[in-house]
């Protein structure tokens, strides 16, 4: 199985903040990395899918870059409701593992 | 417009057994993967497996491997899940996901399923 380290766990920021949160998957899956935001209390939403395209409605502000073995999600400009946890996921082979989240606080 | 709509919460006790659903509505149900994935508390994403409607294939994870189900029923496009000698730390939020192109794109609204004596 692939593993997925992401890093960090816990990242303080304040409103109007650029955040970077990273992925690095244990062996090289091409572009096959997607990024969800996960509000409590409600289902994942998928941000960016293959690395780098972003998902219909998903504001601009969110950016994914990478490929092989390290990814990573910028924010720019924080907004309040972005506060929450976001996960990567490495959809190159089944099981389609997760990283274990980042937690966006303030 | 795609949805994913799953079962109410469960209370189970352990050793016993949870089958939750998830109705698909939008889109053609036997054209795409349904994925389960949970969030016990406090914990992260852990995938469960997935189930192609189509053939009713199935593929899990190695942890869920003898106590775990997935299956569909295309005439009334919903997946099932069911998991079997339930624990206290099976108590999770529980949500299926389509998948397209490699990507869960819609998510279920979850499933509270708690295991306790």
């Known amino acids: 199985d692939i593993q997925v380290a992401q890093t960090p766990s816990s990242l303080p920021a304040t409103v109007g903040d650029t955040v970077t949160i990273t992925c690095r998957p244990s062996?090289?899956?091409?572009?096959?990395l997607n990024w969800y935001q996960h509000k409590p209390g409600g289902a994942p939403k998928l941000l960016i899918y293959?690395?780098?395209s972003l998902q219909s409605g998903v504001p601009s502000r969110f950016s994914g870059s990478g490929s092989g073995t390290n990814f990573t999600l910028t924010i720019r400009s924080l907004q309040p409701e972005d506060f929450v946890s976001y996960y990567c996921?490495?959809?190159?082979?089944?099981?389609?593992?997760f990283g274990g989240g980042t937690k966006v606080e303030i | 417009q795609v949805q994913l709509v799953q079962s109410g919460a469960e209370v189970k006790k352990p050793g016993a057994s949870v089958r939750v659903s998830c109705t698909a509505s939008?889109?053609?149900?036997?054209?795409?993967?349904i994925h389960w994935v949970r969030q016990a508390p406090g914990q992260g994403l852990e995938w469960l497996g997935r189930i192609n409607p189509n053939r009713a294939a199935t593929n899990y994870a190695q942890n869920f491997q003898g106590r775990v189900i997935m299956t569909s029923d295309t005439s009334v496009t919903t997946a099932y899940l069911e998991l079997n000698s339930l624990r206290t730390d099976d108590t999770a939020f529980y949500f299926c996901a389509r998948e397209k192109r490699n990507t869960f794109d819609f998510w279920g609204q979850g499933t509270l399923v708690t295991v306790s004596s």
């Open positions: 293959a690395a780098s």
């Open positions: 939008g889109y053609m149900f036997p054209a795409n993967y």
């Open positions: 062996q090289n899956i091409n572009s096959l």
């Open positions: 996921q490495q959809s190159y082979s089944i099981p389609y593992t």
